[in-house]
């Protein structure tokens, strides 16, 4: 009995501290913005259409808001012009949203042209504050290419299949799984917010098994010439590390076979 009185006096010692401290809470007007990634790239590899939306995703710190909210954003056109290569269709917070996006409408390349870019800049507005620098500037490039793809599909390309990228290998899971493959996730709420399909994991564990097994079965009948990654391969530790920044072949190095890459699960 008496170490129950000593318990309770404790918890309520405690409790009475906590009802005394304030908890801070983010204000509407404390809203901020940030691009979700730094470089984004799109591939329109087979487009026959003549234009296409584009989706870039950002990050909102602070709450929801019953209404719409613009964001400013200034515009460099590297290689893309506005209002002939591409057009800004909404950029923005949408109402009772945690989350914001720019959408552009993108022309198809014409003959001879490989890729199109610009580079983004988010800037505060009455409804936005400056966010965290680092992701305030962004740049967006679309090619006919195959290139790794956005990153709540690449997330779950890292986890369950392989977490290494070439344009080889993505060209293989697109043959093998068509070209839904670039826009399948693990995630209702990614699927909602960015157009995606989503996959159970019990899905993601069964083709990375199937995948390992038609690969494996290739190269057993092709000993010479086994599926194998293109010589812009890199691994990445982390599915967060951005295009360009994972360990890619050293001088002279052969790149490895997809196989010894694959995700063992």
């Not at 009802?19 to 509407?28: H, Y």
């Not at 990634?37 to 989706?55: A, D, I, K």
């Not at 195959?146 to 290998?169: A, F, G, T």
């Not at 010479?224 to 001088?251: C, I």
Request: hydrophobic share 35%.
């Amino acid at each position: 009995m008496k170490r129950t009185v000593i318990i309770s006096c404790t918890a309520a010692f405690l409790l009475a501290g906590c009802a005394k401290s304030e908890i801070p809470v983010f204000r509407l007007e404390d809203s901020a913005v940030a691009f979700r990634q730094v470089t984004n790239n799109f591939s329109l590899r087979g487009m026959t259409e003549p234009e296409r939306t584009l989706t870039v995703a950002m990050d909102l710190i602070g709450p929801a808001s019953e209404q719409a909210r613009p964001i400013a954003i200034d515009i460099e056109e590297v290689s893309a012009k506005q209002g002939v290569d591409f057009t800004v269709e909404s950029c923005e917070v949408p109402a009772g949203a945690l989350y914001a996006s720019l959408v552009l409408k993108v022309k198809k390349l014409q003959d001879g042209v490989s890729s199109r870019s610009i580079k983004v800049t988010i800037r505060p507005n009455e409804y936005i504050k400056e966010g965290y620098k680092p992701y305030l500037t962004a740049n967006i490039t679309w090619t006919d290419s195959y290139e790794r793809p956005q990153e709540h599909v690449w997330r779950y390309w890292h986890l369950y299949i392989s977490k290494s990228y070439s344009r080889d290998y993505h060209k293989l899971l697109v043959e093998l799984y068509g070209d839904d493959m670039e826009r399948y996730c693990c995630s209702r709420t990614y699927a909602e917010e960015d157009n995606l399909i989503y996959k159970l994991p019990t899905w993601w564990f069964a083709t990375n098994h199937e995948l390992t097994e038609i690969v494996r079965k290739h190269d057993l009948a092709n000993p010479g010439n086994p599926y194998r990654h293109s010589s812009d391969y890199e691994v990445y530790s982390s599915y967060l590390k951005p295009v360009g920044g994972g360990e890619g072949l050293k001088e002279g190095e052969t790149p490895p076979t997809i196989l010894e890459t694959l995700n063992n699960l």
